[in-house]
Structures are given as structure tokens and as C-alpha cells.
């Protein structure tokens, strides 16, 4: 059976041509002639010399926006769970459970344990 290669390349993220190329059994027989001086250096070495343009970790108020929401709400009796007072229904089989809410700030994913359960747009405006 021949593979999907327009799907493993998405996967990937590689053209699918590559894909196909190393399938088929490409092999790269190019070797490197000349060495480089960043060659001979070992990873510690490599590390020591880039310390100086590393740069310290982003404050909070950078990051946060980039930081998804996550805790367990219970759904009510109406099927519903309410996030940021708004209410976002969800299958009637998950009455009283607690489920992971995680959010953002555009979408708000509902789980059970690993199962995505349903995704819903945030609403702004409150009800």
C-alpha cells in the first residue's frame, strides 16, 4: 500500500516531494570536504560561547497572553459551564462531572480527561 505522503508531510511539516524522495530511498552521499571551525568545537564549547547573547527569560506580563487558562469547572444542571460569566453548553451526559476547561483567549476547549468534548468561540459580551 502506498503511503500517504501529502498527509505525513503535514504531519512533519515538510514538502511532500521530500517525503517521497526519502521513501523511494534517497540517500544523501554528499559528504562535507572542508570542515569548519564550528565543526571541531564540542556542544559545551558551543554553549559557553552563545551564554553571552542569550538573553534572561520574558516578565509575566509578556508571556501571559501566550498562557492558556486551564481548571476543572462542573457542569450544571442546564448542561452548561460557565467561563468568564458566560455559559457554554455541553453534551447533557456530562451533567455534574467536572470538566478541563482550557482557554485562549479566542477559543475555549472543553475536556473529559483527554477527550476533547466540544470547542466553542469566546463570547465578549456577557449574558
Known sequence: MKPNFSLLAREIQI???????????????TIKANKSKIDSLG???LLNI????????STKAI????QRYRQLHKVN??????YQSNQYSV???????SLLLESDNESLYIYDSIKLVVIHPIRRDKN
Request: charged content about 35%; cysteine-free.
Open 43 to 45: 556542544p559545551i564549547k
Open 63 to 66: 508571556r501571559r497572553p501566550y
Open 77 to 82: 444542571q442546564s448542561s452548561m459551564i460557565t
Open 15 to 29: 514538502d511532500r516531494r521530500t517525503v517521497k524522495k526519502y521513501y523511494n530511498g534517497f540517500t544523501n552521499s
Open 50 to 57: 552563545e551564554k553571552d547573547s542569550l538573553k534572561p527569560l
Open 91 to 97: 453534551p447533557g451526559e456530562y451533567i455534574g462531572e
